[in-house]
């Protein structure tokens, strides 16, 4: 029997072990990065702009990544949730800037909220590293 390797990626947020999750975990050559907001410690970073949010948030993930011996060009899903739809055209610019030749599959859907009304995009991530 074959015997894979969890590893849990900690973002060092308080929130982590309150309710019980991980910043990114990896089995094997899947890593799956956990929604990720544009909050800095207690500080929500680009307030009020969606493209500043996606920028933070994206960077955010690639450093989830490298930490879980992956990059960008690991990824082969994102999930985007957005307070506001009318802002799809900054949110997609700023994804394109990080995605353009890699061009993972993607879906952006509106949500009601976030978990703070400043936050108006949150990004799942799955990235799958060559074997």
């Not at 015997?3 to 309710?19: D, P, Q, V």
């Not at 994102?78 to 879906?107: L, Y």
């Amino acid at each position: 029997m074959h015997s894979t390797k969890r590893i849990n990626i900690s973002s060092g947020a308080k929130w982590e072990s309150l309710i019980g999750y991980s910043r990114a975990v990896r089995v094997g050559n899947c890593i799956e990065v956990a929604g990720t907001t544009a909050v800095n410690g207690e500080t929500i970073i680009g307030h009020g702009d969606a493209y500043a949010q996606t920028v933070v948030i994206l960077t955010k993930i690639e450093s989830a990544l490298q930490e879980a011996g992956a990059s960008m060009k690991d990824v082969v899903r994102t999930r985007i949730f957005t307070t506001d739809i009318s802002k799809w055209e900054e949110i997609g610019k700023a994804h394109g800037e990080f995605f353009k030749d890699i061009r993972p599959v993607s879906t952006m859907v509106e949500v009601k909220a976030l978990i703070n009304p400043a936050l108006l995009v949150e990004i799942e991530a799955t990235a799958q590293v060559p074997l």
